[in-house]
């Protein structure tokens, strides 16, 4: 008999999130023989712990459809650290409830370490599940792979905002705002940041300055930037990552509260520098901060994304029949022009609470401009249009509304064991 397979969404979402579960699913379906029914955890993995899961045999081929359309997480995702000991064990009673014996999970950095957890565990014990990590994160920070499904549509999001805020700043300089900056994620690793270079066709487009964690914040070198700017321009567009330090390696934005990953909680960047430059320039500053309105935008989406989203999903569901564990599919990059790419598996245990900076040599040499290198990275994975349906003037998105199957074991008490 066949066995089943869970599915399950971790971490922030992105555009096409959701485009990897589609790849997930179709592929399953084809292969009947091999894979029994793909359930989906609701909320990720807090809902295998509690066993809200999903039948994914309810979604028609045409809510299969709208899967691959809409943005956020259709079935829920979460933060949550999974634990040795009590989770664990519940969480393969769950599997073994449901003679699961595949494990597919659709996250970043954390995930793939939630994910290797589990694969270990059924390796010690001899249990026979297979488990396969679908690579997705907007901050492109995922190890070993060219670029991280979510991060394209991302990309072409930001650098869409910042044209165009720019020629809406150009239009107010003479007597209104000359500055504005726009906050976009990217606590370590400043990918978001830069790829909104792609935006400035010249040295006068915006945005003129792009600020990332990999160089230090000098607050000097930064306010003598944007004077130059508005000097030479008549006004200065600024794309600056939440997560810029000073020398010190101190966020400029930390808040002092940590997440589940004990990861630093940011308080918002942009207003500290919109501060500044009213304190020190005596300049009228607008700013932003991009926050979901980027990882939500679909109706924006890249096609290249879109491409490799669903492929890391389709690839991961060969990968598990083939017997290849404890992997990520990796998206290569071959050739720029034309853009070219294949999928390869790495060793999810390379890449689990592993992060991939940004190249300092995607900058140029002051650290504020994207250069060439870094436009012909980023170039290719913004090209290409996918838009939703649209009704009445807005995207035809659905509300998603699924019917969870009946629970087979006792509550979860996260204390016991």
């Keep these: 008999m066949p066995k089943n397979a869970l599915y399950a969404q971790s971490g922030g979402v992105t555009p096409v999130i959701n485009a990897s579960a589609f790849g997930v699913i179709s592929a399953a379906r084809r292969h009947r023989d091999r894979i029994g029914s793909v359930f989906a955890a609701r909320n990720g993995i807090l809902g295998a712990l509690d066993e809200v899961l999903i039948d994914?045999?309810?979604?028609?081929?045409?809510?299969?459809?709208q899967l691959k359309y809409t943005p956020g997480g259709a079935f829920g995702s979460c933060r949550h650290k999974l634990r040795h000991g009590a989770e664990l064990k519940r969480l393969f009673e769950v599997f073994e409830a449901?003679?699961?014996?595949?494990?597919?999970?659709?996250?970043?950095?954390?995930?793939?370490?939630?994910?290797?957890?589990?694969?270990?565990?059924?390796?010690?014990?001899?249990?026979?599940?297979?488990?396969?990590?679908?690579?997705?994160?907007?901050?492109?920070?995922?190890?070993?792979?060219?670029c991280s499904p979510g991060f394209g549509s991302v990309a072409k999001y930001v650098a869409t905002s910042a044209r165009e805020a720019g020629l809406d700043t150009a239009s107010m300089a003479a007597s209104s705002?000359?500055?504005?900056?726009?906050?976009?994620?990217?606590?370590?690793?400043?990918?978001?940041?830069?790829?909104?270079?792609?935006?400035?066709?010249?040295?006068?487009?915006?945005?003129?300055?792009?600020?990332?964690?990999?160089?230090?914040?000098?607050a000097g070198r930064f306010l003598r930037k944007v004077d130059e700017t508005i000097a030479r321009v008549g006004y200065c567009v600024v794309v600056a990552a939440e997560g810029i330090r000073d020398t010190h390696g101190v966020f400029l934005a930390?808040?002092?509260?940590?997440?589940?990953f004990g990861h630093a909680q940011l308080g918002g960047v942009a207003p500290i520098l919109a501060g500044l430059v009213k304190q020190h320039l005596n300049q009228k500053c607008h700013w932003a901060v991009?926050?979901?309105?980027?990882?939500?935008?679909?109706?924006?989406?890249?096609?290249?994304?879109?491409?490799?989203?669903?492929?890391?999903?389709?690839?991961?569901?060969?990968?598990?029949?083939?017997?290849?564990?404890?992997?990520?599919?990796?998206?290569?990059?071959?050739?720029?022009e034309p853009y070219r790419w294949r999928i390869e598996p790495v060793p999810l245990a390379d890449v689990a609470n592993h992060e991939k900076p940004l190249p300092l040599d995607f900058l140029t040499s002051d650290g504020f401009h994207l250069s060439p290198r870094g436009r012909e990275y980023f170039a290719p994975l913004i090209q290409g249009e996918?838009?939703?349906?649209?009704?009445?003037?807005?995207?035809?998105?659905?509300?998603?509304?699924?019917?969870?199957?009946?629970?087979?074991?006792?509550?979860?008490?996260?204390?016991r064991g």
């Design 56 to 65: 994914t045999a309810q979604l028609t081929d045409e809510m299969m459809a």
């Design 98 to 146: 449901y003679d699961i014996g595949y494990f597919f999970y659709n996250g970043g950095g954390d995930s793939a370490d939630t994910c290797l957890k589990v694969a270990e565990f059924a390796q010690y014990h001899g249990i026979d599940l297979t488990a396969v990590h679908v690579p997705k994160t907007i901050d492109n920070d995922l190890p070993l792979t060219d």
């Design 177 to 218: 705002t000359r500055v504005f900056i726009l906050e976009v994620m990217g606590r370590h690793a400043g990918w978001i940041a830069a790829s909104a270079g792609l935006a400035s066709a010249d040295a006068f487009g915006a945005p003129h300055l792009l600020l990332t964690p990999e160089v230090p914040f000098e």
């Design 254 to 260: 930390e808040s002092g509260a940590v997440d589940a």
């Design 290 to 336: 991009a926050d979901y309105l980027q990882r939500s935008a679909r109706h924006l989406a890249s096609a290249t994304d879109l491409a490799h989203a669903v492929a890391v999903g389709e690839t991961a569901v060969a990968y598990a029949l083939a017997g290849i564990r404890s992997v990520m599919p990796a998206i290569v990059r071959e050739d720029n």
């Design 386 to 415: 996918a838009p939703p349906p649209f009704r009445d003037g807005l995207p035809d998105y659905p509300q998603w509304q699924f019917v969870t199957h009946d629970k087979k074991l006792p509550g979860f008490d996260p204390s």
